[in-house]
C-alpha cells in the first residue's frame, strides 16, 4: 500500500469547495493525469454517487469506478475507486478558515490487486509524483488566479520567422498552446479545434503552439525544426508554431505548472500579462474558462 496526503488552501467557502471536489466528475479540471472524467449517477453527488475515471500513466490509458464511500457535507468525502489491478480511497477533508476561505485535507491511500502486488515497494514514488502534480493543480484550480507575467522568450516559427515573446504577439489576446514532450502533440491536438474556432469567431486573437525544449539541444535546432516542418504540410500550421529552445525549468516555473507531464494553454497578452493558465487535457470547462479570460476589456467611455 503508498499513501500521499497533501494540504490546499482555497478562498473558497467549505460549502462551495465541497461541492466542487465531492463531484468526482471534476478531476478531469485539476489533475493532469485524468484524461476524462465522468458522472455514473444522476443528480447531485451523494453517498453511493459513481463516477468513471480515465487516467494515462506511461503512454496507457486505464479508467476506474469511483463510489462516494463517505458523505458528510460539507466537512467530509471518501470515495473508493477500482479496476481489475488497482484499489484506490481518496478522503477530501474540509475546514473553515478564519479569512472565510477553506482549509483541505487530501489523504490517498492506494493499493494493488493481484500479481501488482509484488510492485508495491516502489508504488509510493509514483504515487508521490503523481499527487504532486495532481496538488499543484488543484491549487491552481482551486486558488485565487494571480497576476503575473510570461518572462521573454526567443523563438522562432517553423516559418522562418524570428519572435520575441511575448513582444511579438500580433493579438491584443493570444492564446499560447504549450508543450514540452514530442508525445504531448496529441493533447495540442485536442485543445486546436476549440482554439481555432475562437480565433476565426473573434477580432482580436492569436494562436500559437509553443514547443519548449532545452537549450542544451540548440546546436540541434536545424535538425530538430528541420524535422517538425516536414511533418507539418500545412503552411498556416507551420507558421503558427514557434519553437523556443530555453532553461525548461524556468518556464514551468514561470506559469505555475507542476512539471513538463503535460501541457498548457496560456492566455496572454503582448504586455505579457498571463490572464489564465489551464494545464492538461483539453475540457469544456477550461475552455470556458480560457473564453472568459480572452474576451477583450469593455471600452472606457471618454469622460
Known amino acids: 500500500m503508498a499513501r500521499y496526503r497533501a494540504t490546499i488552501f482555497t478562498p473558497l467557502p467549505p460549502t462551495e469547495a465541497f461541492a466542487y ?10 489533475d493532469p493525469g485524468v484524461v476524462h472524467a465522468e458522472r455514473l449517477t444522476p443528480g447531485a453527488p451523494g453517498l453511493g454517487s459513481e463516477f468513471r475515471v480515465t487516467v494515462t500513466s506511461l ?13 458528510d457535507a460539507p466537512r467530509a468525502v471518501t470515495l473508493s475507486g477500482a479496476n481489475c489491478s488497482v484499489l484506490s480511497t481518496d478522503t477530501i477533508t474540509f475546514e473553515p478558515t478564519a479569512d472565510g476561505g477553506t482549509r483541505i485535507g487530501y489523504d490517498a491511500e492506494l493499493r494493488l490487486r493481484g500479481p501488482l502486488r509484488l510492485a508495491d515497494p516502489v508504488l509510493g514514488i509514483a504515487l508521490r509524483r503523481i499527487g504532486d502534480r495532481a496538488r499543484a493543480g488543484l491549487a491552481q484550480q482551486l486558488g485565487p488566479q494571480q497576476s503575473h507575467v510570461l518572462h521573454p522568450l526567443s523563438g522562432r516559427a517553423l516559418d522562418g520567422r524570428s519572435y520575441q515573446l511575448p513582444a511579438d504577439l500580433p493579438a ?4 499560447l498552446l504549450v508543450a514540452f514532450q514530442r508525445e504531448q502533440q496529441s493533447l495540442i491536438d485536442e485543445w486546436l479545434p476549440w482554439a481555432l474556432k475562437r480565433e476565426r469567431e473573434a477580432t482580436d486573437l492569436a494562436v500559437f503552439e509553443v514547443p519548449v525544449l532545452s537549450s542544451a539541444y540548440g546546436p540541434a535546432r536545424w535538425f530538430i525544426d528541420g524535422g517538425m516542418t516536414r511533418g507539418i504540410p500545412d503552411a498556416g500550421a507551420r507558421a503558427r508554431t514557434i519553437t523556443v529552445y530555453t532553461d525548461v525549468a524556468a518556464v514551468v516555473a514561470n506559469l505555475g505548472l507542476a512539471g513538463t507531464d503535460t501541457v498548457a494553454a496560456v492566455a496572454v497578452e503582448p504586455s505579457g500579462r498571463i490572464l489564465r493558465v489551464e494545464s492538461g487535457a483539453y475540457t469544456p470547462a477550461k475552455a470556458r474558462r480560457l473564453a472568459t ?5 469593455p471600452a472606457t467611455a471618454p469622460a
Open 59 to 71: 503512454g496507457r490509458e486505464t479508467s476506474l469506478t469511483y463510489r462516494i464511500v463517505a458523505h
Open 293 to 297: 479570460a480572452l474576451k477583450p476589456m
Open 172 to 175: 491584443g489576446r493570444n492564446l
Open 21 to 30: 471536489l465531492s463531484d468526482f466528475s471534476t478531476t478531469a479540471e485539476w
